[in-house]
T-cell receptor, first 110, second 114 residues
Framework: GQQLNQSPQSMFIQEGEDVSMNCTSS?????WLWYKQEPGEGPVLLIA?????ELTSNGRLTAQFGITRKDSFLNISASIPSDVGIYFC??????????FGQGTTLQVKP | DAGVIQSPRHEVTEMGQEVTLRCKPI?????LFWYRQTMMRGLELLIY????????DSGMPEDRFSAKMPNASFSTLKIQPSEPRDSAVYFC????????????FGEGSWLTVV
């Protein structure tokens, strides 16, 4: 079945540093979504990408939909302590099915 | 606007008991998803519906699990009989079918089977 490989699995960085994480798939997706999940909460949508090659920003977050439609990355610039959480990529195919990567756990040291 | 509403938020039940989790999607959405999240397996898609019709239930673990969507504003996920390995957080999510549409999550139902 479809699988998303997300990396890195975890990151421990200093406040102010930039962060980069990515997802790859063996399948083509029509939509890439990036979510953040904090303890005790459901995933919250950060950025949605709908076209191959699309580059979208949301504040300090930037994400791109890979040109092959099989990958995406998320960058966070100038990290702050409240960026702590688990970040998930998710791909949606033509049938509407949405599957998730394994998540990247981000810890930020003040 | 109300988001995806799930109930109960927390449930502790004994092995063998029936568990019913409920979801009210965002009004107007026509796709609904049930996910299970555990430390070991991450976010697993159990089943999803388009226009109240189950499209893909290949993620449903076994016959003890069943899901229904009798109308556009309500869905249930039932486990009967429940087992300790079913302990997890169960998320419901909804969205609009088709390209260019995103999916929004509820806050989850935290299930513990003892």
């Amino acid at each position: 079945g479809q699988q998303l490989n997300q990396s890195p699995q975890s990151m421990f960085i200093q406040e102010g540093e930039d962060v980069s994480m990515n997802c790859t798939s063996s399948s083509i997706f029509n939509t890439w979504l990036w979510y953040k999940q904090e303890p005790g909460e459901g995933p919250v949508l950060l950025i949605a990408l709908y076209k191959a090659g699309e580059l979208t920003s949301n504040g300090r977050l930037t994400a791109q939909f890979g040109i092959t439609r099989k990958d995406s990355f998320l960058n966070i610039s100038a990290s702050i302590p409240s960026d702590v959480g688990i970040y998930f990529c998710a791909g949606r195919g033509g049938t509407g099915k949405l599957i998730f990567g394994q998540g990247t756990t981000l810890q930020v040291k003040p | 606007d109300a988001g995806v509403i799930q109930s109960p938020r927390h449930e502790v039940t004994e092995m063998g008991q029936e568990v019913t989790l409920r979801c009210k999607p965002i009004s107007g959405h026509n796709s609904l998803f049930w996910y299970r999240q555990t430390m070991m397996r991450g976010l697993e898609l159990l089943i999803y519906f388009n226009n109240n019709v189950p499209i893909d239930d290949s993620g449903m673990p076994e016959d003890r699990f069943s899901a229904k969507m009798p109308n556009a504003s309500f869905s249930t996920l039932k486990i009967q009989p429940s087992e300790p390995r079913d302990s997890a957080v169960y998320f419901c999510a909804s969205g609009l079918q088709g390209i260019g549409n995103t999916i929004y999550f509820g806050e989850g139902s935290w299930l513990t089977v003892v």
